[in-house]
T-cell receptor, first 117, second 109 residues
Framework: GAVVSQHPSWVICKSGTSVKIECRSL??????MFWYRQFPKQSLMLMAT?????????EQGVEKDKFLINHASLTLSTLTVTSAHPEDSSFYIC?????????????FGPGTRLTVT | TQLLEQSPQFLSIQEGENLTVYCNSS?????LQWYRQEPGEGPVLLVT?????EVKKLKRLTFQFGDARKDSSLHITAAQPGDTGLYLC?????????FGAGTQVVVTP
Protein backbone atom coordinates (compact mmCIF):
# COMPACT_ATOMS: atom_id res chain seq x y z
CA GLY A 1 0.00 0.00 0.00
CA ALA A 2 0.85 3.72 0.09
CA VAL A 3 1.38 4.37 -3.60
CA VAL A 4 1.48 7.92 -4.91
CA SER A 5 1.45 8.74 -8.60
CA GLN A 6 2.29 11.90 -10.49
CA HIS A 7 1.39 12.93 -13.97
CA PRO A 8 3.07 13.82 -16.20
CA SER A 9 6.48 12.38 -15.39
CA TRP A 10 8.12 14.98 -17.57
CA VAL A 11 6.99 18.00 -19.51
CA ILE A 12 8.60 20.56 -21.80
CA CYS A 13 6.79 23.83 -22.32
CA LYS A 14 7.42 27.25 -23.79
CA SER A 15 8.01 30.30 -21.68
CA GLY A 16 4.76 32.03 -20.76
CA THR A 17 2.55 28.95 -20.82
CA SER A 18 1.01 27.18 -17.83
CA VAL A 19 1.59 23.60 -16.79
CA LYS A 20 -0.56 21.43 -14.53
CA ILE A 21 0.88 18.55 -12.52
CA GLU A 22 -1.37 15.97 -10.85
CA CYS A 23 -0.63 14.05 -7.68
CA ARG A 24 -2.78 11.08 -6.68
CA SER A 25 -2.73 8.74 -3.72
CA LEU A 26 -3.79 5.46 -5.29
CA UNK A 27 -4.60 3.22 -2.35
CA UNK A 28 -5.25 5.51 0.58
CA UNK A 29 -6.91 8.80 1.37
CA UNK A 30 -4.69 11.72 2.16
CA UNK A 31 -6.06 14.73 3.96
CA UNK A 32 -2.72 16.45 3.49
CA MET A 33 -0.44 16.53 0.49
CA PHE A 34 2.79 18.43 0.08
CA TRP A 35 4.55 19.89 -2.93
CA TYR A 36 8.31 20.04 -3.10
CA ARG A 37 10.88 21.32 -5.52
CA GLN A 38 14.30 19.78 -5.94
CA PHE A 39 17.32 21.19 -7.76
CA PRO A 40 20.13 18.92 -9.00
CA LYS A 41 22.22 17.43 -6.22
CA GLN A 42 20.17 19.16 -3.56
CA SER A 43 17.63 18.11 -1.00
CA LEU A 44 13.88 18.69 -1.22
CA MET A 45 12.52 22.17 -0.66
CA LEU A 46 8.96 22.37 0.63
CA MET A 47 6.82 24.70 -1.45
CA ALA A 48 3.37 24.31 0.05
CA THR A 49 1.03 22.23 2.14
CA UNK A 50 -2.22 21.24 0.49
CA UNK A 51 -5.25 20.34 2.59
CA UNK A 52 -8.38 18.85 1.11
CA UNK A 53 -11.17 21.39 0.90
CA UNK A 54 -9.14 24.38 2.02
CA UNK A 55 -6.56 26.81 0.71
CA UNK A 56 -2.98 25.71 0.47
CA UNK A 57 -0.38 27.05 2.86
CA UNK A 58 2.72 28.32 1.10
CA GLU A 59 6.24 28.46 2.46
CA GLN A 60 8.02 31.76 2.70
CA GLY A 61 9.28 32.95 -0.65
CA VAL A 62 6.93 30.79 -2.73
CA GLU A 63 4.54 32.84 -4.88
CA LYS A 64 1.02 31.55 -4.41
CA ASP A 65 -0.21 33.26 -7.57
CA LYS A 66 2.46 31.54 -9.61
CA PHE A 67 2.12 28.08 -8.11
CA LEU A 68 -1.60 27.39 -7.88
CA ILE A 69 -2.58 24.42 -5.78
CA ASN A 70 -5.94 22.71 -5.74
CA HIS A 71 -6.81 19.80 -3.47
CA ALA A 72 -10.12 18.70 -4.94
CA SER A 73 -10.49 15.36 -3.17
CA LEU A 74 -8.81 13.12 -0.62
CA THR A 75 -6.82 11.47 -3.37
CA LEU A 76 -5.97 14.30 -5.76
CA SER A 77 -3.96 17.48 -5.56
CA THR A 78 -2.82 19.56 -8.52
CA LEU A 79 -0.03 22.09 -8.92
CA THR A 80 -0.28 24.58 -11.77
CA VAL A 81 2.80 26.55 -12.69
CA THR A 82 1.42 29.68 -14.29
CA SER A 83 3.28 31.75 -16.88
CA ALA A 84 6.26 29.47 -16.59
CA HIS A 85 9.77 30.82 -17.15
CA PRO A 86 13.09 29.01 -17.60
CA GLU A 87 13.97 29.56 -13.93
CA ASP A 88 10.91 27.44 -13.02
CA SER A 89 12.58 24.43 -14.63
CA SER A 90 13.04 21.90 -11.88
CA PHE A 91 12.01 18.52 -10.48
CA TYR A 92 8.65 18.81 -8.72
CA ILE A 93 7.67 16.10 -6.25
CA CYS A 94 4.49 15.64 -4.30
CA UNK A 95 3.87 13.60 -1.19
CA UNK A 96 0.76 12.35 0.54
CA UNK A 97 0.44 11.82 4.27
CA UNK A 98 -0.92 8.66 5.76
CA UNK A 99 -1.52 8.35 9.47
CA UNK A 100 -0.23 5.02 10.76
CA UNK A 101 -0.51 4.24 14.46
CA UNK A 102 -0.50 7.88 15.45
CA UNK A 103 2.49 8.68 13.24
CA UNK A 104 2.25 10.71 10.07
CA UNK A 105 4.22 9.09 7.26
CA UNK A 106 4.79 10.81 3.95
CA UNK A 107 4.84 8.83 0.73
CA PHE A 108 6.30 10.47 -2.33
CA GLY A 109 5.32 10.46 -5.95
CA PRO A 110 7.90 9.69 -8.65
CA GLY A 111 8.32 13.37 -9.49
CA THR A 112 7.74 15.53 -12.55
CA ARG A 113 10.63 16.99 -14.52
CA LEU A 114 9.62 20.41 -15.87
CA THR A 115 11.71 22.08 -18.54
CA VAL A 116 10.72 25.55 -19.68
CA THR A 117 12.30 26.70 -22.93
CA THR B 1 17.72 27.34 7.78
CA GLN B 2 18.64 23.65 7.72
CA LEU B 3 17.43 22.20 11.00
CA LEU B 4 18.83 18.76 10.26
CA GLU B 5 22.52 18.26 9.62
CA GLN B 6 23.47 15.16 7.71
CA SER B 7 26.99 13.81 7.50
CA PRO B 8 28.89 12.96 5.52
CA GLN B 9 27.66 14.70 2.40
CA PHE B 10 29.23 12.09 0.16
CA LEU B 11 30.42 8.54 0.75
CA SER B 12 32.10 6.23 -1.70
CA ILE B 13 32.88 2.69 -0.61
CA GLN B 14 33.62 -0.73 -2.03
CA GLU B 15 31.08 -3.53 -2.09
CA GLY B 16 31.14 -5.47 1.19
CA GLU B 17 32.20 -2.54 3.37
CA ASN B 18 30.08 -1.00 6.10
CA LEU B 19 28.92 2.60 6.30
CA THR B 20 27.14 4.92 8.69
CA VAL B 21 25.21 8.10 7.92
CA TYR B 22 24.41 10.56 10.68
CA CYS B 23 21.53 12.97 11.10
CA ASN B 24 21.75 15.57 13.87
CA SER B 25 19.55 18.39 15.06
CA SER B 26 19.11 20.77 17.96
CA UNK B 27 15.35 20.28 17.69
CA UNK B 28 13.23 17.47 19.06
CA UNK B 29 11.07 15.64 16.55
CA UNK B 30 7.96 13.57 17.13
CA UNK B 31 9.29 11.08 14.61
CA LEU B 32 12.08 10.82 12.08
CA GLN B 33 11.98 9.21 8.69
CA TRP B 34 14.72 7.91 6.42
CA TYR B 35 14.36 7.89 2.66
CA ARG B 36 16.46 6.71 -0.26
CA GLN B 37 16.21 8.53 -3.56
CA GLU B 38 17.58 7.49 -6.93
CA PRO B 39 18.18 9.96 -9.79
CA GLY B 40 14.98 11.11 -11.49
CA GLU B 41 12.72 9.42 -8.94
CA GLY B 42 10.90 10.38 -5.78
CA PRO B 43 12.22 9.45 -2.34
CA VAL B 44 11.23 6.01 -1.06
CA LEU B 45 10.42 5.66 2.63
CA LEU B 46 12.77 3.21 4.37
CA VAL B 47 11.76 3.52 8.00
CA THR B 48 10.06 5.71 10.58
CA UNK B 49 11.46 5.90 14.11
CA UNK B 50 9.33 7.29 16.88
CA UNK B 51 10.62 6.35 20.32
CA UNK B 52 13.81 7.74 21.84
CA UNK B 53 16.49 5.04 21.87
CA GLU B 54 14.63 2.99 19.29
CA VAL B 55 16.58 0.66 17.01
CA LYS B 56 15.02 -0.75 13.85
CA LYS B 57 16.55 -3.27 11.48
CA LEU B 58 15.65 -3.69 7.86
CA LYS B 59 17.77 -6.56 6.49
CA ARG B 60 21.29 -5.04 6.29
CA LEU B 61 20.13 -1.57 7.38
CA THR B 62 20.05 -0.57 11.04
CA PHE B 63 18.40 2.67 12.13
CA GLN B 64 18.81 4.30 15.53
CA PHE B 65 16.91 7.18 17.07
CA GLY B 66 18.71 9.09 19.80
CA ASP B 67 17.39 9.02 23.35
CA ALA B 68 16.48 12.72 23.15
CA ARG B 69 14.86 12.29 19.72
CA LYS B 70 17.20 14.86 18.19
CA ASP B 71 19.52 12.65 16.20
CA SER B 72 19.54 9.44 14.23
CA SER B 73 21.90 7.18 12.35
CA LEU B 74 21.67 4.73 9.51
CA HIS B 75 24.17 1.87 9.35
CA ILE B 76 24.51 -0.39 6.34
CA THR B 77 26.34 -3.68 6.72
CA ALA B 78 28.10 -5.29 3.77
CA ALA B 79 27.01 -2.64 1.31
CA GLN B 80 26.00 -3.66 -2.19
CA PRO B 81 25.90 -1.64 -5.43
CA GLY B 82 22.10 -1.61 -5.12
CA ASP B 83 22.48 0.50 -1.97
CA THR B 84 23.75 3.38 -4.10
CA GLY B 85 21.54 6.44 -3.78
CA LEU B 86 20.81 9.68 -1.97
CA TYR B 87 19.86 9.01 1.64
CA LEU B 88 17.68 11.64 3.26
CA CYS B 89 16.64 11.98 6.86
CA UNK B 90 13.53 14.01 7.68
CA UNK B 91 12.17 15.07 11.03
CA UNK B 92 8.45 15.41 11.57
CA UNK B 93 7.62 18.83 12.94
CA UNK B 94 3.85 19.30 13.37
CA UNK B 95 3.08 17.18 10.33
CA UNK B 96 5.69 18.83 8.10
CA UNK B 97 8.97 17.17 7.24
CA UNK B 98 12.22 19.04 7.73
CA PHE B 99 14.78 17.44 5.45
CA GLY B 100 18.49 17.10 5.85
CA ALA B 101 20.71 17.98 2.89
CA GLY B 102 21.19 14.31 2.08
CA THR B 103 24.11 11.90 1.88
CA GLN B 104 25.09 10.61 -1.53
CA VAL B 105 26.26 7.00 -1.18
CA VAL B 106 28.11 5.25 -3.99
CA VAL B 107 28.93 1.55 -3.67
CA THR B 108 31.28 0.23 -6.31
CA PRO B 109 31.57 -3.47 -7.21
Amino acid sequence: GAVVSQHPSWVICKSGTSVKIECRSLDFQATTMFWYRQFPKQSLMLMATSNEGSKATYEQGVEKDKFLINHASLTLSTLTVTSAHPEDSSFYICSATRREGGVHEQYFGPGTRLTVT
Amino acid sequence: TQLLEQSPQFLSIQEGENLTVYCNSSSVFSSLQWYRQEPGEGPVLLVTVVTGGEVKKLKRLTFQFGDARKDSSLHITAAQPGDTGLYLCAGDSWGKLQFGAGTQVVVTP
